[in-house]
């Protein structure tokens, strides 16, 4: 079992950076591919940004690219979302999932089998 806990929500600034943290409790975290995803208010959830189980590799949805990074730590068992040049369309709450054990990362919610809690994360004008 894979439990997720993210941290680092907030309220900032649209042009503002925020970052965001998971934190996994799993001994087998290295061979989970990671990724996040956020659920805007009144809309599904969507992928934001995903990251292979080495780190090696990542993808990005469009409306990030360029402004968001996804990055992890094996040996502290966490993934990170560091957010620039926020947007108020970035307003939603925001999902940290891995997938089964030794699969590739995937851009769709379906192909996670564990979620964090989630943390809101709100861009104001």
């Known amino acids: 079992q894979v439990q997720l806990v993210e941290s680092g929500g907030g309220l900032v600034q649209a042009g503002a950076s925020l970052r965001l943290s998971c934190a996994a409790s799993?001994?087998?975290?290295?061979?989970?591919?990671m990724g996040w995803f956020r659920q805007p208010p009144g809309k599904e959830r969507e992928f934001v940004a995903g990251?292979?189980?080495?780190?090696?590799?990542?993808d990005y949805a469009d409306s990030v690219k360029g402004r968001f990074t996804i990055t992890r730590d094996n040996n502290r068992n966490t993934v990170s979302l560091q957010m620039n040049g926020m947007k108020i369309e970035d307003t939603a709450d925001y999902y940290c999932?891995?997938?089964?054990?030794?699969?590739?990362?995937?851009?769709?919610?379906?192909?996670?089998?564990?979620w964090g809690q989630g943390a809101q994360v709100t861009v104001s004008s």
């Open positions: 799993v001994r087998t975290f290295s061979i989970h591919a």
């Open positions: 999932a891995a997938r089964p054990l030794g699969l590739a990362y995937s851009t769709t919610r379906n192909g996670y089998n564990y």
């Open positions: 990251i292979s189980r080495q780190g090696y590799a990542t």
